[in-house]
């Protein structure tokens, strides 16, 4: 005997529920929404939304203000091709040529003619000039007729297109140094006289920026300020546009009774002690194959008797002037600690002050130059942070602060200049030593330190 099939109701349900769940995810998706109906209307065939948009009031506003800025639109490109189709048959009337010559241009309209004033113009007259009145309360006066000046006519590439203004890009172009603000530019704070009292007091100055945002702090305001007198074309690397001549020292008078001899001895002097095969070639080439060199000239010479000259010469020359000469005593020692030590007398040694080394600098033509007033130099970011600058001795902190004792320090009243009004100023000096080798033979080790200035 055969089963009658097993029913599954829970699987029928599921079935019927999807069927029914698609049903109405149909109906949903061919549905036809009004986007503009503030009701929000939905319409189930695209007919019953046309139906719809014939008489909702939302969606008929839209469409009318779409229509408009399409046409607002429309209006605006026709005026901006009208204006440059103007624009180029203006350009193009403009442009000389043989029609130009004979006459007026084509592209002149009347409204270019000269158009007669319907505005009343007030003139102001001079009062010192009379004025006769006229007939009525105000009377015409002429006004004189001005020609219209026309531009020039611009500059056409050959299509007949205005050309182009061309300019160096950024990158090639090169940023000349500029000195540092003049002090002229900066405004002078006066200061109250108070009489019989001394007082050292500091009045600051604090400069501008230039271009490479750079400005300087002085404790005191100077009274000098060399670099307001440096031209730009020296602040240039490889400026040859000046024609000013470097100061050279006055070319000292002869010595010897000829040019030859003059340049055997210079090269009797010069290069090395004991004389090479280089030495040799130096005394052919730029001695005797010299152009001024003459054989006749040497009739007599003597070394002995130049060299004789050439001490009379120094010792009379003017770069000698302000040195002294002295006796110094050396001991040598003897290099045995049984034979005591020697003692020799170097006569006529030549030494020169400081104070005259001094002197000479004040006294140079190039004691204009001179930064006798030190300053702190800063540098300013665009963030407005301002970093310190050390470049030259002037604007160190030693150079600052020994100016300010200066200033600071009382004149002592036993002083022949105790009155003196003039301005303390640093001379600043700075020192180097070096070793110097004293023998080039045996095994002679000992070096001698030379101590050299610079101002």
Not at 8 to 37: D, E, G, N, W
Not at 77 to 106: F, M
Not at 124 to 153: F, K, N, Q, Y
Not at 221 to 235: A, G, K, N, Q, V
Request: aromatic share 8%.
């Amino acid at each position: 005997m055969a089963r009658p099939p097993r029913r599954r109701p829970k699987l029928q349900i599921a079935l019927l529920f999807c069927l029914v769940l698609t049903l109405f995810l149909l109906s949903v998706s061919v549905m036809y929404p009004c986007k503009h109906c503030p009701d929000n209307f939905i319409a189930r065939s695209a007919g019953g939304l046309r139906q719809h948009h014939n008489k909702c009031e939302a969606y008929l506003k839209h469409e009318a203000e779409s229509t408009q800025h399409r046409q607002s639109a429309a209006a605006l490109n026709k005026t901006k091709r009208s204006k440059l189709a103007h624009r180029k048959a203006r350009i193009h009337s403009q442009t000389p040529g043989p029609e130009a010559v004979a006459g007026p241009s084509r592209g002149k309209s009347s409204n270019d003619e000269l158009q007669p004033m319907d505005q009343d113009f007030t003139l102001a007259l001079d009062p010192h000039i009379p004025v006769s009145p006229g007939p009525g309360p105000s009377s015409p006066l002429p006004l004189p007729i001005l020609e219209p000046t026309r531009p020039p006519p611009p500059q056409l590439t050959q299509a007949g297109r205005p050309m182009r203004n061309y300019r160096q890009p950024a990158r090639y172009i090169d940023v000349n140094p500029k000195p540092l603000t003049p002090l002229d530019d900066e405004p002078e704070v006066p200061t109250a006289v108070l009489p019989r009292v001394r007082l050292i007091v500091r009045n600051r100055l604090r400069t501008s920026l230039n271009s490479f945002c750079l400005l300087r702090e002085y404790l005191y305001r100077p009274s000098f300020d060399p670099d307001s007198f440096i031209p730009t074309e020296d602040l240039l690397c490889g400026n040859d546009t000046t024609n000013t001549t470097p100061l050279r020292p006055p070319s000292p008078t002869p010595v010897h009774r000829n040019e030859s001899v003059e340049m055997l001895m210079n090269w009797k002097d010069s290069g090395a002690p004991t004389k090479s095969d280089n030495e040799i070639n130096r005394l052919a080439n730029e001695v005797l194959l010299d152009p001024n060199f003459k054989l006749e000239d040497l009739q007599g010479f003597n070394a002995a008797r130049e060299n004789r000259q050439n001490d009379a010469a120094d010792d009379k020359s003017p770069y000698l002037d302000s040195f002294d000469k002295a006796n110094i005593d050396i001991e040598v020692p003897s290099g045995s600690k049984d034979i005591p030590s020697r003692l020799f007398s170097v006569p006529g040694l030549q030494y020169r002050k400081l104070t005259a080394v001094i002197r000479a600098g004040f006294s140079s033509p190039l004691a204009t130059k001179f930064h006798l007033s030190p300053f702190k130099l800063f540098h300013k970011s665009p963030g407005g942070e301002e970093e310190r600058v050390f470049s030259e001795v002037y604007n160190s902190n030693a150079f600052i602060e020994e100016n300010d004792k200066i200033q600071r320090a009382p004149v002592p009243p036993d002083e022949p200049l105790a009155d003196c009004k003039l301005e303390k100023a640093v001379a600043a000096l700075m020192f180097w030593s070096d070793g110097t080798h004293l023998a080039n033979f045996g095994t002679a080790k000992q070096a001698l330190a030379n101590l050299h200035a610079f101002w």
